[in-house]
Each structure stands twice: as structure tokens, then as C-alpha cells.
């Protein structure tokens, strides 16, 4: 499978209006200070070995089986399998323990980037079995869809674990996941690496910004239907389903857009996209693909697709891969860019 059709596959309470006013920030302010004292004593409780719900992958890496994982001691080196896992694991700290990371494939976040810039690349594309191996690492942590055993992954669970390597398949990246599986994976990640309260302190934060995020949509907007496209050249459009990203879909819906093709299985023809007639259109941007201007005019210039809304309306919206298709937080940052395109700045 090539690197193009891999990525196609591979892929609340409000805690006051924007925290702007005083009374948001003291109720932060109080929520963040009870979080810092149960997380304390998570760090007192936690103890090895230690027992964590997490997978297995097929040898495809398309079908999850849920695995009960021991862990004798917490991992000290790291091999994250995608930018997004790596940037995840920054969040919480760990970024002496990470020796490698894979499969660069957008924007970065620029509140890690310069620890970040300090992990040694194993291979800009999709890292394979033997690369990690000899990076030597206690555990690959990442996309369950890499865990693969072919040459654009980094071998399977149980591969792996013969050469005394373990792993944390990532639960936002399994088949029925939703948002709220990151914050599973935040706290499973904070008692394995022993960073308990830093683990809590940013899943905080993340609750933090998704409720800003759901105050900030209009009190009476209407349900949104998209559509993805991975993008167009001349008169061919690549219409990518997204039915198995159900993280993605659910996040999506805290923001009232709803996935078209959820349901859908095999291939979408433009003949079901015309059919359908989604109110937007996201584009998504990955590095080495075309770029999404070029892409954007030739949408716009095909008569064949003249009279679905979205581009009679000019509402096509381009999305960054790194932010949708890591399944950590970063799509946080593309659901607030989105949210100021389509509802406007709050």
C-alpha cells in the first residue's frame, strides 16, 4: 500500500463564556486547584506492575482486539509512531524519554515545537518494524493502525513484544472510539510514565477548550453535513469516507457538524457526493500531497460538481492532517479554526 492510500486510510460544561469574565477564571482557578490535589495523590497510589485496558492490532492493522497489558516498570525511552503521538507525550513531559518519532505529516504545534525539533526523526513517512527495533526503545506508543506488520508499519503488538518492546495502542485510534477516549489515553499515559499530575493538569486543559469551543457555536445553528476530500486535479475528485474515524466524527459533533458518509462502506463516487450534497467541504492538507490552493481552484472550476452547496456557497474548508488524523488534541486546534470560518471570532 502506498503512502498516499495509507493516509486516506489512516486515517459539556461551559466553563464560562471564553473565560473571560471573573467569575470564569476563579471557577478555572478552583477547578485546576482540585485537579492538582487528586492528581497528587494518583502519584502516591500508583504502583508497578501495572495493569492497563489497551489492544491488539491485526496484522493489517485493521481490527482491534482489546488486551489486557502489564507493564513490570514505567517505560524510560520512547518510539512514538506519529507526530501527534509525540506531541501528546510533550504535553505531559516526557520529552527527555522520547527517541524517536515517524510519519511527519503536518502542522506542527508550536507550544512544543521546540522540544519537539529535539527527537530524532526516524523516518519522515511511515517507520517500519526494523527502524524501530533498532532504535532499542522500552515501548512504541501511537495509531493502532500502525501497528502493522507490512512495511509501512512498525510491526504488531505481539511482534513487538518478542523482542521485549512494549506498546500502548492509542484508544482514540480504535474502531468506535469517541472524544472522550483522549482523555482515557491521557490518564492511562500519565500512570504509565509516572506523570500523573501533569497528565491531569492537561486534561484540564483540553476539557477547558472544547467547552470554550461548544459555547462559542451560535445559540441557534443548525446541524452542518460534511464531506472530506484528500483532493482534486482536473475533472478527479478523492472523496474519503472517514466512517472508521469515529474519533474524528464525534469530536466533530460537539461542534454540530455531522460526518455524510458515517455510515458508508468501500469507495465514494462523485456521483454519491452530488447525491448527498454535504453543506461543507473539508480539504485536507498533508505534507507531500498536492497543494490544497491548486486543488481548491480545480474543485471550483469542475462543471461536474458545479451545483453541490458547499462550492456554490464557497464553503471548503482546508484541514490540516496532522490535527485530524494524529487522534490526540490537536484537533482541538483544527476545531477552533474551523469554528472562526464557519461561525465567525467569538
Not at 110 to 115: H, K, L, N
Amino acid at each position: 500500500m502506498n503512502t498516499l492510500k495509507m493516509a486516506k486510510y489512516i486515517g459539556l460544561v461551559t466553563v464560562s463564556s471564553l473565560l473571560l469574565g471573573a467569575c470564569g477564571q476563579e471557577n478555572a482557578a478552583e477547578e485546576q486547584a482540585n485537579v492538582d490535589e487528586k492528581a497528587t495523590e494518583q502519584a502516591a497510589e500508583t504502583t508497578f506492575p501495572l495493569t492497563l485496558n489497551n489492544y491488539t492490532v491485526s496484522s493489517e492493522g485493521a481490527v482491534f482486539s482489546k488486551k489486557e497489558i502489564t507493564y513490570e516498570s514505567s517505560p524510560k525511552s520512547i518510539v512514538a509512531n506519529n507526530q501527534g503521538t509525540a506531541e501528546l507525550l510533550l504535553q505531559i513531559g516526557l520529552a527527555e524519554d522520547i527517541i524517536g518519532v515517524a510519519a511527519l505529516y503536518g502542522e506542527g504545534d508550536e507550544t512544543v515545537a521546540e522540544d519537539f525539533a529535539s527527537i530524532p526523526v526516524l523516518a519522515e513517512g511511515y517507520v517500519g518494524k526494523e527502524l524501530v527495533v533498532g532504535a532499542d526503545p522500552d515501548i512504541v506508543v501511537g495509531r493502532g493502525q500502525l501497528f502493522a506488520s507490512t512495511e509501512w508499519g512498525t510491526g504488531t503488538v505481539e511482534e513487538l513484544n518478542e523482542v521485549d518492546i512494549q506498546t500502548y495502542v492509542q484508544a482514540t485510534s480504535t474502531a468506535d472510539a469517541t472524544f472522550d477516549d483522549l482523555y482515557t489515553d491521557i490518564a492511562n499515559l500519565g500512570k504509565l510514565f509516572t506523570v500523573e499530575e501533569k497528565a491531569q493538569q492537561f486534561s484540564t486543559d483540553v476539557k477547558i477548550r472544547m467547552d470554550a469551543i461548544v459555547s462559542g457555536i451560535p445559540a441557534n445553528q443548525e446541524a452542518l453535513e460534511y464531506a472530506y476530500l484528500f483532493g482534486a486535479e482536473g475533472t478527479n475528485v478523492e472523496i474519503y469516507s472517514g466512517a472508521a474515524d469515529t474519533y474524528l466524527n464525534d469530536a466533530l459533533s460537539y461542534m454540530d457538524l455531522n460526518n455524510t458518509f458515517a455510515d458508508a462502506t468501500g469507495e465514494i463516487s462523485a456521483e454519491a457526493l452530488l447525491e448527498a450534497d454535504p453543506d461543507v467541504l473539508f480539504l485536507v492538507n498533508y505534507t507531500g500531497g498536492r497543494d490544497p490552493k491548486e486543488s481548491l481552484a480545480d474543485l471550483k472550476a469542475n462543471d461536474a460538481l458545479s451545483s453541490l452547496t458547499a462550492i456554490k456557497e464557497d464553503r471548503i474548508y482546508t484541514i490540516d492532517y496532522n490535527q485530524f488524523w494524529s487522534y490526540g488534541y490537536q484537533i482541538l486546534t483544527g476545531m477552533e479554526q474551523l469554528s472562526a470560518e464557519l461561525y465567525g471570532e467569538n
